[in-house]
């Protein structure tokens, strides 16, 4: 048993829409789905409160569309409805597994999930039920990493813990540059300048001037969101100097 206390009492958990992919190419890889659900439920099992945002790349992505030619609001509002069918499965999965789950759009869908009404989503929270904040900020232009910075700074988290395919922030693509270097700890300012890819500059730059720390982690890795549940240093830490 560890019997030190756990660093975060609230964590905001950022999910791409691809991490959903896993064997599939379009869609979502239920297996996947459930094994996410589990590592949530053993989190909350800690007594820590869980808020989720999850991306909608797996089904479409506003900037992808707009490239093809599509008006880049109505791609966006397909991203954003995307993200609504993401959380709605992750809902599920979770209730599954007997974990409340209460998915909390940014756009009003009233007949299949809440409003996102930040006072609801702490009390959600506080009643150990994960919240799922679903249709990114509600507004085209925005990407979900910025909806998760947001969400995170209006519901108080400690920590805003994006999950990626690697174990961190390298100075330059790991799969394609056998030298690059993985950051243990990062300013949000040399994230900015040296324009390393962790989150678009927008949620940077909001969690830099809300003093909120970013934790990037490899969601792959079975166990690793435990361990940094736990206190362990895992994948790189983004915060102030
Ligand atoms: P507490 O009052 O904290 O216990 O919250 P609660 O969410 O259990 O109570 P509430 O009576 O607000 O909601 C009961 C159920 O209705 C829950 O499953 C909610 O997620 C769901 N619900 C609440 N508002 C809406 C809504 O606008 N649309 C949909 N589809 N479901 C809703």
Do not use: W
């Not at 988290?157 to 950051?183: F, I």
Request: charged fraction near 25%.
């Amino acid at each position: 048993m560890n019997s030190q206390p756990l660093p975060y009492r609230r964590i905001l958990l950022k999910l791409s829409g691809e991490a959903l992919l896993g064997q599939e190419d379009y869609g979502i890889d239920p297996a996947v789905l459930a094994r996410i659900a589990r590592e949530i439920k053993d989190v909350l099992a800690l007594g820590v409160q869980v808020g989720v945002v999850i991306g909608g790349g797996n089904i479409f992505r506003g900037a992808g569309l707009a490239q093809g030619g599509m008006d880049r609001v109505t791609g966006d509002q397909m991203g954003m409805l995307a993200t609504v069918i993401n959380s709605l499965a992750l809902q599920d999965a979770l209730e599954r597994l007997g974990i409340y789950a209460r998915v909390m759009s940014a756009l009003q869908i009233n007949e299949i999930c809440e409003d996102y009404i930040r006072r609801r989503a702490v009390r959600h929270l506080e009643k150990g039920r994960v919240a799922v904040f679903a249709a990114g900020t509600g507004n085209p232009f925005f990407t979900t990493d910025t909806a998760a910075a947001l969400r995170a700074i209006e519901i108080g988290a400690d920590v805003l813990v994006k999950a990626t395919k690697v174990d961190g922030v390298y100075s330059a693509d790991p799969v394609t540059n056998p030298d690059a270097k993985r950051y243990d700890l990062l300013s949000f300012d040399k994230v900015i300048t040296d324009k390393l890819n962790v989150m678009d500059t927008t949620a940077i730059v909001m969690c830099r001037d809300n003093d909120l720390p970013i934790r990037i982690f490899n969601l792959t890795e079975e166990g690793a969101l435990m361990r940094l549940m736990r206190g362990a240093d895992v994948g790189t830490l983004v915060a102030a100097d």
